[in-house]
């Protein structure tokens, strides 16, 4: 009988999982799966892995790039003090405003905004930039194919191109990136960052933690979703033993 | 049950009763209700597919209090509810893969339908009811995949519309109407708001129709034969209600492991970017439930021909009661057709495979071919089967079957009470 219940979950399972064939034009090379302290069931966020990652957002990535649905208030989750929090977000400007004069001004930041954005607006970016948009980091992990690994891969991926390839001007060439042609310069170097923990900033350990600390920010209740989804499960699982139980029961006579 | 022991309760109860008999009413249908005897598991997925509905309906008017459906908020909105509304992505997330496994359901319910023949005089209107709920479901599914106003939203939202405009003369009228302007934009997602709002109720009203259709006859059975007495028959509850409650916690767990801990492996992880129209995602797909559609709509090289082949495909069950021609209702009493259902599921996962592919290559030969054998199985093979096929000795009663042992156990989708 649980068998009919199980096929008939296994064949849904089977419909969704078929695999996509590979598209011809892509020829990446398969994403190398990291350990995430994130995976899995019990999977929880590495604060002190996060801390870093989100210095190396600070001081590479967001010269470029957005985060424009995290507030300097989330940064409290990642293990900051309230004191801390306050003191990041006082180091921003903020433009605010109309005061009483009718007057947009600044003011440094507080815990209640959000992220303060490199570029006004997406047109200046594109000034800055060669004419290339950085995308807003905020939900990359969660819309790129790959999520954390891809990010972490793109990072490490950037490499001398094949000979042969036409690599138009301004463009680098990453081993992961669709098409392999990204305006982004390697924005990683050894030592870029100093981190306060002493942990040595290597390139690849600067991309893992940064790639952490954006799965973070494109899923901050994961762990909260982890935690319930256990006690879920289990009130299920304890449920389904029960009403099994009631089942043959009641059924026992009339079979 | 509630004059079983004589109290105030039990008194005020049988005063509302003779005014309004409603507990006489829920007694008929929920607790005495007779329901054969010899139902399997399959029998589950129509009450888990309207509590489905339910949970949907409970979820969405949720969401619904904290989204703001313009296209320049849509996205960020939703995006606060997963980050700043109290156990706001609980809930969306409950509602994003609660569509998907709302399908499962009811795909299940109707191929079960299909291999029993739960279609068959007299409960050709049920099957019509239901096909009616699925397209129901499938326009609702649609305008809800587009008010997260991400790329895929938008994106498959231009896609589908557009279809309307294979119509000659009059296509293009239409498609604008749909939009609302001269291309997807604010006033499309506003009423696709509306309606995505409104259509679940009419679900509710054509569910209510579907169980009135239901209860004139009662459930079809594994056997397929008419229920002949009281003989062949269980009360609902407790019987039946037990039985739905533990597969409903078993549903329960697989919806639970994809809403806490693969809440995305369904969805695109294109649609976790805000619309932009001024760049074409470089493949576009609907979501899972709709590919086997997509994939008929791409297999035929003419526009208007593959948008009528893709509706058509959901259209034509609404004569499948007349197209079996077989007065047999259960498979596994039919030695042929028992194993052509199975061709039916295979070519079904085919052209949703097909779907979620580019079509180049393999891709398309096997779609083209798939196609063709869906349109083929219904209206060749069906009426064909049932002439031609000599069907297996029915048992004289469901009583006889499963009490006596009955001789007439077979395999696949088994008889859980045949016990001898």
Redesign the interface.
Same mark, same amino acid.
């Given at each position: 009988m649980l068998k009919h219940v199980l096929a008939a979950a296994t064949l849904s399972a089977t419909i969704s999982a078929l695999p996509p064939i590979a598209r011809a034009a892509d020829e990446s090379p398969p994403l190398p799966h990291q350990e995430w302290s994130f995976d899995g069931v019990f999977g929880t966020y590495d604060r002190a892995s996060l801390q870093r990652g989100f210095q190396v957002y600070k001081e590479v990535c967001s010269v470029c790039h957005p985060v424009k649905h995290l507030y300097y208030r989330d940064l409290a989750e990642i293990g900051y003090s309230e004191d801390e929090v306050k003191a990041i977000a006082a180091t921003y400007q903020v433009t605010d405003g109309p005061n009483d004069q009718g007057e947009m001004y600044q003011r440094p930041g507080r815990p209640s905004d959000p992220f303060v954005p490199p570029f006004p607006n997406d047109q200046a970016a594109r000034a800055a930039n060669n004419g290339a948009l950085p995308p807003d980091l905020s939900m990359i992990v969660k819309a790129r194919e790959g999520g954390a690994d891809y990010v972490d891969a793109l990072l490490n991926g950037y490499k001398e191109p094949p000979a042969g390839f036409n690599l138009l001007q301004g463009m680098q060439y990453d081993e992961y990136f669709p098409g392999h042609q990204i305006a982004m310069p390697p924005p990683l170097s050894d030592n870029a960052v100093t981190f306060a923990d002493g942990t040595p900033a290597t390139v690849p350990q600067m991309a893992h933690d940064v790639a952490s600390f954006l799965t973070w920010a494109a899923e901050p209740n994961l762990e909260d979703r982890h935690r319930t989804g256990f006690k879920v499960m289990l009130f299920l699982v304890v449920a389904a033993g029960v009403f099994y139980a009631a089942k043959r029961k009641i059924w026992a006579p009339v079979h | 049950m509630a004059d079983a022991r004589p109290g105030a309760m039990s008194r005020i109860i049988r005063w509302i009763d003779y005014r309004l008999p409603f507990v006489q009413f829920l007694n008929h249908h929920l607790v005495e209700y007779p329901t054969p005897?010899n139902l399997? @598991?399959?029998w589950? %997925?129509g009450s888990l597919s309207g509590i489905m509905l339910v949970v949907m309906i409970a979820t969405g008017i949720f969401l619904a209090m904290q989204y703001t459906p313009h296209a320049d908020y849509a996205f960020?909105s939703v +995006?606060r509810i &997963?980050?700043d509304v109290n156990y706001g992505?609980?809930v969306r %997330?409950a509602h994003m893969n609660g569509a998907?496994m709302f399908f499962?359901l009811v795909y299940?319910h109707m191929f079960r339908g299909l291999y029993y023949g739960s279609y068959k005089a007299p409960r050709e209107l049920l099957w019509i009811l239901g096909v009616v709920i699925l397209i129901l479901m499938i326009a609702t599914s649609f305008m809800g995949y587009v008010l997260p106003w991400g790329q895929m939203s938008y994106w498959a939202a231009t896609v589908i519309t557009n279809l309307f405009s294979a119509i000659p003369l009059i296509g293009q009228s239409i498609v604008t109407l749909l939009w609302g302007g001269f291309t997807v934009g604010n006033p499309t997602l506003n009423r696709f708001y509306a309606l995505h709002y409104l259509l679940p109720f009419i679900i509710v009203a054509v569910v209510l129709l579907h169980l009135i259709a239901l209860h004139r006859f009662h459930s079809n059975n594994p056997l397929g034969i008419d229920l002949k007495g009281p003989q062949d028959t269980?009360p609902f509850h407790? @019987?039946f209600t037990? $039985?739905d409650?533990? =597969?409903l916690?078993? /549903?329960?767990?697989?919806y !639970? /492991?994809f809403? /806490? @801990?693969a #809440?995305?492996?369904?969805g695109s #992880?294109?649609n976790? &970017?805000p619309a932009n129209p001024m760049q074409t995602p470089?493949?576009i797909v609907p979501e899972?439930y709709l590919l086997p559609y997509y994939a008929i709509l791409r297999s035929v090289p003419n526009k208007l021909f593959g948008v009528i082949l893709a509706f058509g495909s959901i259209f034509l069950l609404f004569i499948v009661p007349w197209l079996d021609t077989s007065p047999v209702r259960s498979a596994r009493f039919r030695p042929v057709y028992k194993w052509v259902f199975w061709l039916l599921?295979i070519d079904v996962?085919a052209l =949703?495979?097909v779907g !979620?592919? #580019?079509p +180049?290559g393999l891709?398309v030969t096997v779609g083209q071919f798939a196609t063709f054998y869906y349109f083929i199985h219904f209206l060749v093979l069906f009426p064909l089967i049932g002439k031609l096929e000599r069907p297996r000795p029915l048992p004289l009663s469901i009583a006889a079957a499963v009490l006596q042992g009955g001789g007439t156990r077979l395999g696949g !989708? =088994?008889a #859980? &009470?045949a $016990?001898p």
């Open positions: - | 005897r399997s @598991y399959w589950n %997925y960020d +995006e &997963m980050r992505w609980l %997330y998907s499962i299940t269980l407790p @019987y037990i $039985k409650l533990f =597969g916690v078993v /549903f329960l767990l697989v !639970a /492991f809403v /806490f @801990y #809440p995305n492996f369904l #992880p294109v976790s &970017m470089n493949h899972w599921v996962i =949703g495979w !979620a592919n #580019p +180049e891709v !989708a =088994g #859980p &009470m $016990k």
